[in-house]
């Protein structure tokens, strides 16, 4: 069993920047960030693969250009720096863990959730 801790979370203006991060208690494959804001289902941020698959990233169109994701495999982590923050980006993030699969369908392992708020 992986556990997830993520940190990281706050309050920011639009346009802003924030980084999370999370950390696995072990070894992980692929890993990403999910977020749900109020009232809204859990939608798909961001994912990379696992170092040996090639580490590729994939992100949503809502967040391409101003999110980027990275790992450190030496520290079983994974991180998410946002910039260009919005109001629309105000969400509790995830981080999740899979084992086989990467991207919108991670599902094996999550955290419990850090929150985000982007002030106008």
């Known amino acids: 069993q992986v556990q997830l801790v993520e940190s990281g979370g706050g309050l920011v203006q639009a346009g802003g920047s924030l980084r999370l991060s999370c950390a696995a208690s072990g070894r992980t494959f692929s890993m990403g960030w999910f977020r749900q804001a109020p009232g809204k289902e859990r939608e798909f941020v961001a994912a990379?693969?696992?170092?040996?698959?090639?580490?590729?990233?994939y992100y949503a169109d809502s967040v391409k250009g101003r999110f980027t994701i990275s790992r450190d495999n030496a520290k079983h982590a994974v991180y998410l720096q946002m910039n260009s923050l919005k109001p629309e980006d105000t969400a509790v993030y995830y981080c999740?863990?899979?084992?086989?699969?990467?991207?919108?369908?991670?599902?094996?392992?999550w955290g419990q959730g850090t929150q985000v708020t982007v002030s106008s």
């Open positions: 999740a863990a899979d084992r086989q699969r990467v991207g919108a369908s991670m599902n094996d392992y």
């Open positions: 990379i693969g696992s170092s040996w698959s090639g580490g590729d990233t």
